[in-house]
């Protein structure tokens, strides 16, 4: 099996390698970035191409090949390697909402990535725990409105991002300053931002839209009520999400827990049973890198109906969020040796 990582070098690219390298453990890699280089891993020296190589007719053709870029050069690249013969996972925006392109969450909707399907969207890293979590309670009483917060890490920006964001964190903690002078008020170090990227006329940013609109998608649900407000707040990796829900039937806290709890009906949702959320934070997301960690889970103070509830998410947005969740979706074209990291949890 010939596997190619597009943004191998990347913080999604990195984790991809490294679940690769687990799941088809047999495979010929190959890498590549903006530039070639040669990386160290795990005691190896790896070669990374640069990704215009691919153009070149010396480009290697290849079973499966998964794209970690920016938007723009996930569209300048996917449709070359579908020309080389991969099946494609892309990471990007590019495709989510294309209707041809189905938009996949393992343990969600898999099952839309039949034999005849070569590009799968990955969807965004607030997408995938969300629906992970979401997907159970609206099968079994159905959802009629879903708000959500974020609090998104500066991972999710990207390498050069976050490694900005440590520098200054250091730099500015170093300072003997107890109400922040030293940091910069529209800077990500020790702040908390809106993620405001692409605020479009509807006064929503791209971040926020996407959530809602990948959410109606994968959950098969055009008509939800969902709406979402995103900020990010100076955290390094996990993202953490406060829902307000209703469902159309009736149900119970303890009904809600349960069915969260039930690995065959919500695959790969961890639960923190109980109103307090102990132990549930996005730092222990980073200890169980590969779940969506669901708790806090509580009946509104004013829900005489049994329909209206409030609840926490968390999920790692490098792993859960990204790596894994294309991992898993590809397993579904290629069995992976572990099991951890197949495509539904059974199987
Ligand atoms: N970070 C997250 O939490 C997260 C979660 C879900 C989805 N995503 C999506 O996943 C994608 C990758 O995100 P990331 O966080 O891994 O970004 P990143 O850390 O900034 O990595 C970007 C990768 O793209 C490569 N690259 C940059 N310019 C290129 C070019 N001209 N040609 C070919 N390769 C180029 C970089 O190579 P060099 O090292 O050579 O520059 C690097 O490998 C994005 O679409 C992002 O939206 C990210």
Same mark, same amino acid.
């Given at each position: 099996m010939e596997i190619c990582i597009l943004g191998a070098t990347g913080l999604v690219g990195t984790e991809l390698l490294a679940l690769v390298e687990r799941a088809w453990p047999d495979a010929t890699l190959h890498l590549f970035a903006s530039r070639s280089r040669e990386i160290s891993r795990a005691g190896a020296t790896l070669t990374v191409r640069a990704a215009? @190589?691919?153009?070149?007719? @010396?480009?290697?053709r290849g079973d499966l090949a998964f794209v970690a870029l920016d938007d723009d050069h996930s569209a300048h690249y996917c449709p070359r390697l579908l020309e080389l013969g991969y099946r494609v996972i892309d990471k990007s925006n590019t495709y989510r909402l294309d209707p041809h392109v189905p938009l996949v969450v393992a343990g969600v909707n898999h099952q839309e990535v039949r034999e005849? #399907?070569?590009? #799968? %969207? !990955?969807? !965004?890293?607030?997408?995938?725990?969300?629906?992970?979590?979401? %997907?159970?309670?609206?099968? *079994?009483?159905?959802? %009629?409105? #879903?708000q959500v917060s974020t609090y998104q890490a500066i991972s999710g920006a990207g390498a050069t991002t976050l490694d900005d964001f440590l520098e200054q964190s250091k730099?500015?903690?170093a300072q003997p300053d107890r109400l922040g002078a030293p940091f910069d008020p529209s800077g990500y170090a020790a702040n908390v931002v809106p993620h405001a990227g692409n605020t479009d006329a509807t006064g929503f940013s791209s971040e926020e839209l996407k959530l809602v609109r990948e959410s109606r998608?994968?959950? %098969?649900?055009?008509?939800?009520?969902v709406s979402a407000q995103c900020c990010r707040v100076p955290v390094a990796v996990g993202h953490y999400e406060q829902l307000w829900l209703t469902t159309k039937r009736p149900t119970s806290l303890e009904n809600l827990e349960t069915l969260l709890a039930d690995g065959a009906r919500a695959p790969w949702v961890r639960v923190y049973r109980g109103a307090s959320g102990q132990g549930l934070s996005s730092l222990a997301a980073t200890e169980h890198r590969d779940e969506a960690l669901?708790? *806090? #889970? *509580?009946? *509104?103070? @004013?829900?005489?109906?049994?329909t209206r509830y409030c609840m926490t998410v968390a999920a790692d947005n490098l792993r859960l969020g990204a790596a894994t969740n294309a991992v898993r979706v590809a397993a579904s074209w290629f069995p992976s040796a572990d099991a951890a990291l197949a495509s539904t949890p059974s199987s």
């Open positions: 215009s @190589d691919l153009e070149g007719p @010396d480009a290697p005849g #399907v070569r590009l #799968v %969207a !990955n969807p !965004n890293c607030t997408t995938i725990p969300l629906t992970l979590a979401l %997907a159970p309670i609206h099968r *079994r009483w159905g959802l %009629a409105s #879903v730099t500015g903690y998608k994968i959950l %098969a649900a055009e008509g939800l009520d669901a708790g *806090r #889970v *509580r009946a *509104r103070l @004013d829900d005489t109906t049994g």
